[in-house]
């Protein structure tokens, strides 16, 4: 048997900031990931160039049932303490747009500079070791049992992850680990994810996979501005993957293909000074050819400007500023960036992440309910979570 201070179950972004942090406190820690390396998540995100953070971290930018519980973990290590440490170890990185942050180089920078911390503060990471059970023996003291070894500490901390890229060796240990001490789980979903196109809506735009629009994609009051990207399976791109957060089965999206000019008044302008001109031809100029051609009738797409009233452009105007789409659904974990849901927040401390019921229990990172959006907010969470519990484990 082997006694620790601290149990850190999973070697991700969270687990490896709470580690190095709880050790520099002169923690005993120990880290038990069941994968053969540590930050897998980490290795392969930002087209392995890892979205580390974002310049322009909110809490309004969070999802969650409890609102409020991520504010105090953001406000006390804060993305720029992050960047901090990124410029201590001198990693090259860059703002790619709307605040987010990659490294120059390759996303192993930041899962380096992560065991570097660790092993400067004599953390000790196990890797292939998988927990079969967790067992609480009394107020002050845990067992873990994997299958090589029985471990015994103070405080537990699960920081195993969501259920998104189950390849990448995602499981629902964390929820399991919660429902065994009788903590809530909110339900769980695939976030930051394409969506899927009913049969007759996927047959229709079948041509225009590959191509990408500018646009802008509303649903429950909610917009993003960016590329939208037609796919063979529905649509995808970062407003359609940002919006995934907020869809629900059942619900429409808005997306307004034309979001920087007013058609209607365009049209209308338009057809004074160049009455001959097809529509087809007008509408290319702000969309590509498929697109224009697809949207609109054969018949209407040939129509000369001069021939077609303004009852007609302000139809043709609907088509292209609002353009409702209802999901068949979304490509699901297996494609999925991050999982919605999760371990219930009023279970938890949002200034420790230690379980309120249960002394000595912490869960960080994706495992909680709380996600943020596409651009680096998720990581930034992973830190903080971390970081706070880092602090009293």
Request: net charge positive.
């Given at each position: 048997?082997?006694?620790?201070?601290?149990?850190i179950i999973?070697?991700?972004?969270?687990?490896?900031?709470c580690?190095?942090?709880?050790?520099s406190?002169?923690?005993?820690?120990?880290?038990?990931?069941?994968a053969?390396?540590?930050?897998?998540?980490?290795l392969m995100?930002?087209?392995?160039?890892?979205?580390?953070?974002?310049y322009?971290?909110?809490?309004?930018?969070?999802?969650?049932q409890?609102?409020?519980?991520?504010?105090?973990a953001?406000?006390?290590?804060?993305?720029?303490?992050?960047?901090?440490?990124?410029?201590?170890?001198k990693?090259?990185?860059?703002e790619k747009?709307?605040?987010?942050?990659?490294?120059?180089?390759k996303?192993?920078?930041?899962?380096?500079m992560?065991?570097?911390?660790?092993?400067?503060?004599?953390v000790?990471?196990k890797?292939?070791e998988?927990?079969t059970?967790i067992e609480?023996?009394n107020?002050?003291?845990?067992?873990?049992?994997?299958?090589?070894?029985?471990?015994?500490?103070?405080?537990l901390?699960?920081?195993?992850g969501?259920?998104?890229?189950?390849?990448?060796?995602?499981?629902?240990?964390?929820?399991?680990?919660?429902?065994?001490?009788?903590?809530?789980?909110?339900?769980?979903?695939?976030?930051?994810v394409?969506?899927?196109?009913?049969q007759h809506?996927?047959?229709?735009?079948?041509?225009?996979?590959?191509?990408s629009?500018?646009?802008?994609v509303?649903?429950?009051?909610q917009?993003?501005?960016?590329?939208?990207?037609?796919?063979?399976?529905g649509?995808?791109g970062?407003?359609?993957?940002?919006?995934?957060?907020?869809w629900?089965?059942?619900?429409?999206i808005?997306?307004?293909?034309?979001?920087?000019?007013?058609?209607?008044?365009?049209?209308?302008?338009?057809?004074?000074?160049?009455?001959?001109?097809?529509?087809?031809?007008?509408?290319?100029?702000?969309?590509s050819?498929?697109?224009?051609?697809d949207?609109?009738?054969?018949?209407?797409?040939?129509?000369?400007?001069?021939?077609?009233?303004?009852?007609?452009?302000q139809?043709?105007?609907?088509?292209?500023?609002?353009?409702?789409?209802?999901?068949?659904?979304?490509?699901g974990?297996?494609?999925a960036?991050?999982?919605l849901?999760?371990?219930?927040?009023?279970?938890?401390?949002?200034?420790?992440?230690?379980?309120?019921d249960?002394?000595?229990?912490?869960?960080?990172?994706?495992?909680?309910?709380?996600?943020?959006w596409?651009?680096?907010?998720?990581?930034?969470?992973?830190?903080?979570?971390?970081?706070?519990?880092?602090?009293?484990?």
């Amino acid at each position: 048997m082997i006694e620790k201070d601290v149990i850190i179950i999973g070697a991700g972004a969270a687990g490896l900031m709470c580690a190095s942090i709880a050790a520099s406190r002169q923690r005993q820690v120990t880290v038990l990931e069941h994968a053969n390396k540590p930050g897998k998540k980490i290795l392969m995100s930002g087209g392995g160039r890892c979205n580390f953070t974002n310049y322009q971290i909110t809490p309004e930018k969070y999802l969650s049932q409890n609102k409020h519980f991520c504010k105090s973990a953001l406000s006390r290590y804060t993305q720029w303490d992050f960047i901090e440490l990124v410029k201590r170890y001198k990693i090259s990185f860059h703002e790619k747009k709307h605040g987010q942050l990659f490294c120059d180089e390759k996303a192993k920078d930041i899962v380096n500079m992560l065991l570097s911390e660790c092993e400067k503060n004599k953390v000790q990471i196990k890797l292939n070791e998988s927990v079969t059970s967790i067992e609480k023996i009394n107020d002050n003291l845990f067992s873990i049992k994997t299958a090589q070894q029985e471990y015994r500490c103070q405080s537990l901390v699960i920081a195993s992850g969501g259920l998104s890229i189950p390849t990448m060796g995602a499981s629902p240990f964390g929820y399991k680990v919660a429902e065994q001490f009788g903590i809530n789980i909110w339900p769980t979903r695939a976030g930051l994810v394409p969506v899927t196109l009913h049969q007759h809506d996927k047959e229709r735009f079948s041509t225009l996979s590959g191509i990408s629009n500018n646009a802008v994609v509303t649903c429950q009051k909610q917009s993003f501005k960016e590329n939208i990207l037609f796919t063979h399976r529905g649509l995808s791109g970062p407003a359609i993957i940002q919006i995934s957060n907020y869809w629900v089965p059942g619900r429409e999206i808005e997306i307004n293909l034309l979001p920087d000019i007013n058609l209607l008044e365009n049209l209308k302008r338009e057809q004074k000074k160049y009455p001959k001109r097809s529509l087809k031809e007008y509408i290319s100029e702000y969309v590509s050819k498929r697109v224009a051609q697809d949207f609109l009738t054969p018949e209407m797409a040939e129509k000369k400007l001069q021939s077609i009233s303004h009852s007609e452009f302000q139809e043709i105007s609907n088509i292209f500023h609002h353009w409702i789409v209802k999901p068949n659904g979304t490509e699901g974990y297996r494609t999925a960036e991050v999982t919605l849901g999760g371990v219930d927040c009023n279970a938890i401390s949002s200034k420790t992440m230690e379980c309120n019921d249960i002394k000595g229990l912490y869960f960080i990172g994706e495992v909680l309910d709380v996600t943020g959006w596409l651009g680096g907010y998720n990581f930034q969470w992973a830190w903080s979570s971390g970081w706070a519990a880092g602090q009293v484990v």
